[in-house]
């Protein structure tokens, strides 16, 4: 009799397997809801032109990552926790499939380096026009001038792209040929600074404006801090696999071991079936 309850109970399903990817799911899970609550916030309190230069808006963008964490999570907690293999496989083949696609957008970036680099091109002239439209972006550009002393997309003159800071002799701005006080260059000796110190600078020769600007343009200075932290960028990324694949090998032995689970019940009502054992 004690032979007997101790096959019954026996299960090749691993409680620590079961409850360590219902925990790494349940993590994503939440991460998932913040996202889509940042999203749905700051749908809700910007402009519907927020950002349009940008080509996919960052807060629809949240959503949709968002959602989609919320359903490959889901099925991942709902499918440990029920020992459902339908579910299971569900989160194991769409992780699968998000981390080929991940590992192929990398290599086609690579190899197609030229053309990445004239959309990324085409991004920043379209997000300079717009600079003036959107307190975000333009805080956005800023940053990003100053912390790679950059000035424009190739060069400091890129900024007549924008309607307030075109050279043309028909434009009425007060910054006209001007650029952003994000592409000054700054003292720490100056007591006071002087936020006007980039107009007139496009009506500058380049080594005369290089002497109060930074000239060189933000895509090649990108391109070569890239070059320069390789291994910082490949860290990174390794880092964004390693739960993908936790998460793809976690599921897979789960599943194997409810499918052993379910040939050993099939197996143990056939026996007590069998009126010959």
């Known amino acids: 009799m004690a032979k007997a309850k101790t096959a019954e109970e026996f299960t090749f ?19 998932a809801l ?71 957008a990398g290599v086609l970036g690579f190899v197609f ?11 920043v002239d379209s997000a300079i026009k717009h600079y003036r439209d959107d307190l975000d972006l333009q805080n956005l550009i800023d940053y990003g001038q100053k912390q790679f002393n950059c000035c424009g997309g190739i060069s400091y003159k890129d900024w007549s792209q924008n309607m307030y800071f075109n050279c043309s002799e028909e434009n009425p701005s007060k910054e006209r040929c001007a650029v952003p006080f994000s592409c000054c260059l700054l003292s720490t000796e100056e007591a006071v600074i002087n936020t006007m110190c980039g107009h007139g600078m496009q009506e ?7 002497a109060f600007i930074n000239t060189n343009g933000c895509i090649d200075k990108v391109v070569n801090w890239i070059h320069s932290n390789l291994f910082l960028l490949g860290g990174i990324a390794l880092g964004l ?13 789960l599943i194997n071991q409810i499918q052993d689970q379910i040939r050993l019940q099939n197996y143990n009502q056939q026996h007590r079936s069998d009126p010959w054992s």
Request: with cysteine.
């Open 13 to 31: 399903v691993s409680p620590v397997v079961k409850y360590l990817l219902f925990l790494f799911n349940m993590i994503f899970w939440v991460i």
């Open 34 to 104: 913040v996202l889509i609550s940042i999203g749905v916030y700051s749908r809700i309190v910007k402009h519907e032109t927020a950002l349009a230069c940008l080509t996919v808006d960052p807060a629809l963008l949240l959503m949709i990552l968002g959602i989609l964490m919320f359903f490959i999570t889901f099925s991942g907690c709902v499918g440990s926790l029920r020992e459902n293999i339908c579910l299971l496989q569900t989160f194991c083949i769409v992780l699968t499939i998000i981390f080929l696609l991940q590992l192929v």
């Open 113 to 123: 380096s030229d053309k990445a680099r004239g959309k990324v091109t085409n991004m």
């Open 204 to 210: 500058l020769e380049y080594l005369k404006a290089s």
């Open 241 to 253: 696999a390693i739960p993908q694949l936790v998460g793809i090998l976690l599921s897979q032995i």
